[in-house]
């Protein structure tokens, strides 16, 4: 079962060069503890929502860009055993962080779907969404649903991730990114495309397809954050990669 480190970062326009070679060194040293990929993605077609969005959730300031990224993981022992080494690598002390990591938001998730194989993708959807913990299986039926009729129209791979470790945080977090409400789970998906013109083809006719009319949505739609990114760097790592 995949587990999924999910990042949500603002990092300034500037430093996006710098930014692309500390995550070429931070990927070479979660590689070395088991994980079995890394991506990050830069905001490109990032809306403003009335509620809750991309842009609040990581407090972002004038000049910057938020990016979406994960690292995936063969299930969260691995996970949990690379988190407690890395904080004793000596590699991470030479580790420069061109963004402010106070106001980044992470958590784990459970990979509870997963729809699709391996793939490069030139484009990624990113959502946010708050969803009720007793309704789980019914979202997860959803999110299965939704992915066959997504991968029909030119989708790669689509993911759903269960919020599993979601620490709270001093000043930005997961919760707060998507309002969260007692009895609810905050769950970190995508779906990978293999260009923006595929992608921006494929939600028309999502949109049109019948299988999508008429569908309850078991969770609050008005406070799930989505936007389009665009991979800067997407390494598959580990045994086999």
Known sequence: MTYIDGFVTPVPHGNRA??????????????????TRLVECWGDDVPAGQHT???????????????????????????DAAGAAMMADPRMADLDMPFDGKRMIYGGFDGAMVSGDDATPGYVDGCLTPVAAADRDA???????????FRDHGALRVVEGWGDDVP?????????????QPGEVACYSWIEWPSKDARNAGWQAVMADPRMADRAMPFDGKRMIYGGFTPIFDRSMGAGA
């Open 53 to 79: 969005d991309f842009a609040r959730s990581v407090a972002l300031q004038e000049g910057e860009d938020v990016l979406f990224s994960w690292i995936e993981y063969p299930d969260r022992a691995t996970r």
């Open 18 to 35: 710098a930014y692309e070679a500390h995550v070429a060194k931070a990927a070479a040293i979660f590689a070395d503890l088991g994980a």
């Open 139 to 149: 979202y997860l039926a959803f999110a299965a649903e939704s992915a066959r009729v």
């Open 168 to 180: 709270p945080g001093t000043r930005t977090d997961y919760a707060r990114a998507v309002d969260l």
